[in-house]
């Protein structure tokens, strides 16, 4: 081939090899231009073992208190990202028959049943057969006929219900006792008229009422029992072969009795049977299908994606475990002392409590004869569940020694977010930008905002200030501290000192930096304050 075919035939190799190499450019800048996250994840790889590490300090505690309680007999577990890791029990499920508690035995777990009502709720919203601002009444006509408070009250509606919000008095003690209600009985107390304490929509006041009331439009809307409606298509689904509804479907032999302390000796309660008012209190549980349970709600986090399976939508799953009607505002001190601030709310079917230290989702049990509590830390993936046959088994105050212990390892920490790739491109171009200005690339990167809050002569002003008086020659040191997949923090390892920097991405695509704070850090200070509370 002569010199000109040569040229000629590379000439058109180029010609074809230039399309892929800028496509592939293109598709590289465009992936590192993206804003989608990879999901929040643990940081230790040795977290499951420094968690292990307190059981035994939390089987201590758990005895201690079954002993001191007087409780006669109790099961507990610990859920770590969706798995029993731990279980334990002590004392008798049968006093009489002396027959001890195994991690089999059957107890009622009273208003804990609230979440499966709920999530009961949540199904049939999904599937379009109502929604949440359903007035209760289209679901439930014995109510149609209500008499409100004022003449400006809402009417009921399902959402009202399942945040405790409905205005209905709070009932505990009265509640308790209508498990053996028929559904003829309850549709004549609802048409007989319900008192309110509050307007619908005002405040935040317990109802059993309200949820037997939610059993009652998951029949309605489903077509079926709420019992059979339950099994079908959330405990049998999860595996939950030992759930149900009536003590007297449980074996002889697995059944834990109730009991109360009176008179210097254990009473044993009756046990009630179910009716109309289970969906409020009704179920009966073991140690390990409770925990498939809490397995369950701590699956939803964190929000990703991939398959979804379950029952129910893992989106629903975290909607019910998200504060929906605030009811108030604590101080409360631990076993060290240490005061801090606890703000509460409902979900639906579910307690939410933040602190300064972490957020948990929880919800106890009461009845008379047995006492229940299950806990869990959405952010950190670890749960508790605790069953006890001793009226109104009082376990808050032990569940909270308990994650002591845990957080005493070192080991229960919030999954960490992870940066978008965009975030992590804008956090090298402002490093550039920080090390040596240069106004095309400031201008790259600056959303429409950033240059109009504080112009761009000041704000190189300021920044070479802070380099120069940081010795000048910075470099990115560790990993950047997100907050989310939008906004972060790094340092800038100076020659003389570090400095702190702080981006937050505007809602365009590409993301760019609507804020960015440059300031001063000592060598030793970390990205981020300790949570401390106070």
């Known amino acids: 081939m002569t010199s000109a075919g040569v040229g000629l035939r590379a000439g058109l190799l180029a010609l074809l090899v230039l399309p892929i190499a800028t496509g592939r450019a293109a598709a590289q800048e465009a992936l590192s231009l993206s804003s989608l996250a990879p999901p929040a994840r643990f940081a230790d790889p040795a977290r499951a073992a420094k968690l292990a590490a307190a059981f035994p300090a939390i089987d201590r505690a758990m005895r201690d208190f079954a002993e001191r309680s007087r409780v006669p007999?109790?099961?507990?577990?610990?859920?770590?990202?969706?798995?029993?890791?731990?279980?334990?029990?002590a004392g008798l499920r049968d006093v009489a028959a002396a027959a001890p508690v195994d991690t089999a035995s059957v107890f009622r777990?009273?208003?804990?049943?609230?979440?499966?009502?709920?999530?009961?709720?949540?199904?049939?919203?999904?599937?379009?057969?109502?929604?949440?601002?359903d007035p209760v009444e289209r679901h439930v006509p014995e109510l149609r006929g209500l008499r409100y408070p004022t003449s400006d009250a809402p009417r009921i509606t399902?959402?009202?219900?399942?945040?405790?919000?409905?205005?209905?008095?709070?009932?505990?003690?009265?509640?308790d006792q209508q498990l053996a209600a028929t559904e003829a009985e309850m549709s004549a107390m609802m048409r007989g008229g319900i008192p309110f304490s509050t307007?619908?929509?005002?405040?935040?006041?317990?109802?059993?009422?309200g949820f037997a009331i939610l059993g009652r439009v998951v029949a309605n809307v489903s077509g079926m029992p709420y019992a059979r409606y339950?099994?079908?298509?959330?405990?049998?689904?999860?595996?939950?072969?030992?759930?149900?509804?009536?003590?007297?479907?449980?074996?002889?032999?697995?059944?834990?009795?109730?009991?109360?302390?009176?008179?210097?000796?254990?009473?044993?309660?009756?046990?009630?049977?179910?009716?109309?008012?289970?969906?409020?209190?009704?179920?009966?549980?073991?140690?390990?299908?409770?925990a498939r349970w809490v397995g369950f709600m701590l699956d939803a986090w964190p929000a990703r994606d991939g398959p979804d399976e379950g029952p129910l939508a893992r989106a629903s799953r975290r909607?019910?475990?998200?504060?929906?009607?605030?009811?108030?505002?604590?101080?409360?001190?631990?076993?060290?002392?240490?005061?801090?601030?606890?703000?509460?709310?409902?979900?639906?079917?579910?307690?939410?409590?933040?602190?300064?230290?972490?957020?948990?989702?929880?919800?106890?049990?009461?009845?008379?004869?047995?006492?229940?509590?299950?806990?869990?830390?959405?952010?950190?993936?670890?749960?508790?569940?605790?069953?006890?046959?001793l009226t109104y088994t009082g376990l808050v105050g032990t569940f909270d020694r308990a994650l002591a212990l845990l957080a005493a390892t070192g080991g229960l920490a919030a999954r960490e977010p992870q940066p978008a790739p965009v975030l992590r491109t804008r956090q090298d171009q402002v490093t550039r930008l920080v090390a040596r200005w240069d106004d095309r690339l400031a201008d790259s990167l600056a959303?429409?905002?950033?240059?109009?809050?504080?112009?761009?002569?000041?704000?190189?002003?300021?920044?070479?200030?802070?380099?120069?008086?940081?010795?000048?020659?910075?470099?990115?040191?560790?990993?950047?501290?997100?907050?989310?997949?939008?906004?972060?923090?790094?340092?800038?390892?100076?020659?003389?000192?570090?400095?702190?920097?702080?981006?937050?991405?505007?809602?365009?695509?590409?993301?760019?930096?609507?804020?960015?704070?440059?300031?001063?850090?000592?060598?030793d200070e970390p990205l981020a304050a300790p949570t401390t509370c106070r």
């Not at 007999?73 to 029990?89: E, K, P, Q, S």
């Not at 777990?109 to 709720?121: D, E, G, L, R």
């Not at 009716?275 to 409020?280: E, K, L, T, Y």
């Not at 049990?365 to 569940?385: D, I, K, T």
Request: with cysteine; net charge neutral.
């Open 73 to 89: 007999g109790m099961a507990y577990g610990i859920v770590v990202d969706g798995r029993l890791v731990h279980v334990g029990t």
């Open 109 to 133: 777990i009273a208003s804990m049943t609230k979440s499966f009502t709920a999530a009961a709720i949540l199904q049939l919203r999904d599937a379009g057969a109502l929604a949440l601002d």
């Open 158 to 175: 399902i959402r009202h219900l399942l945040t405790h919000a409905e205005g209905f008095p709070e009932d505990n003690p009265w509640g």
């Open 199 to 209: 307007s619908p929509g005002t405040a935040w006041e317990y109802s059993n009422f």
């Open 230 to 290: 339950l099994e079908e298509r959330l405990l049998r689904p999860l595996g939950m072969r030992v759930t149900t509804l009536e003590a007297r479907s449980v074996p002889a032999g697995r059944l834990a009795r109730g009991y109360r302390w009176q008179d210097g000796g254990w009473l044993e309660e009756p046990q009630l049977p179910d009716g109309a008012f289970g969906p409020m209190g009704g179920m009966l549980t073991s140690v390990a299908d409770l």
């Open 319 to 389: 909607e019910m475990q998200q504060l929906a009607r605030y009811y108030g505002t604590s101080a409360t001190s631990d076993s060290s002392g240490r005061v801090q601030l606890v703000v509460g709310g409902y979900g639906y079917g579910l307690n939410v409590r933040e602190t300064c230290l972490h957020r948990y989702v929880s919800h106890g049990g009461g009845l008379p004869g047995f006492g229940s509590q299950m806990r869990w830390l959405p952010e950190h993936g670890v749960g508790l569940v605790a069953l006890g046959n």
């Open 447 to 523: 959303a429409m905002n950033l240059f109009r809050d504080e112009a761009a002569d000041r704000r190189r002003a300021s920044i070479e200030r802070l380099r120069d008086a940081a010795g000048g020659s910075c470099r990115s040191e560790g990993a950047m501290v997100a907050d989310n997949a939008l906004r972060g923090v790094w340092r800038l390892r100076c020659r003389t000192a570090d400095l702190r920097v702080a981006i937050t991405l505007a809602p365009t695509e590409p993301a760019q930096v609507q804020h960015l704070a440059v300031t001063p850090i000592r060598r």
